[in-house]
């Protein structure tokens, strides 16, 4: 097997395997998994929504903050996802109010949505 092709397995079996330890509640497991899947893949779009997901349940808010803005410079004209993102700024912001990289973020999306 070639070694991108090991790359390649590696990182399905990683994001596979990360996924279902979300599915049973093992956060922190996916998050090891997430992380070695984005060491090899670092613009992984898949792997850091994932990532950022399982940072907001583990309620670790900046972390998630930081993958969801990575995710639309990633894919900065895509409307849908800064409607989604916008969606988790709000949802981090009615937990913590004054989070301020979440106030931030939404300010900076809701700018950067109007010129899509």
Do not use: C, W
């Not at 397995?9 to 997430?34: H, M, P, S, V, W």
């Not at 984005?38 to 930081?66: I, M, Q, S, V, W």
């Not at 988790?88 to 109010?97: A, D, F, S, T, V």
């Amino acid at each position: 097997m070639s070694q991108l092709k090991q790359i390649n397995a590696l990182a399905l079996r990683l994001r596979l395997q990360g996924e279902t330890y979300i599915r049973f509640g093992k956060y922190n497991e996916a998050l090891i998994d997430f992380n070695k899947l984005l060491g090899l893949e670092p613009n992984n779009y898949l792997a850091l929504r994932l990532r950022g997901e399982t940072y907001l349940n583990l309620k670790k808010f900046n972390e998630a903050l930081t993958d969801f803005n990575q995710l639309l410079e990633i894919q900065p004209n895509n409307r849908v996802l800064h409607n989604e993102i916008i969606e988790k700024y709000n949802q981090i912001l009615e937990i913590e109010p004054n989070n301020a990289l979440a106030l931030r973020l939404q300010g900076e999306t809701y700018q950067n949505f109007k010129k899509i």
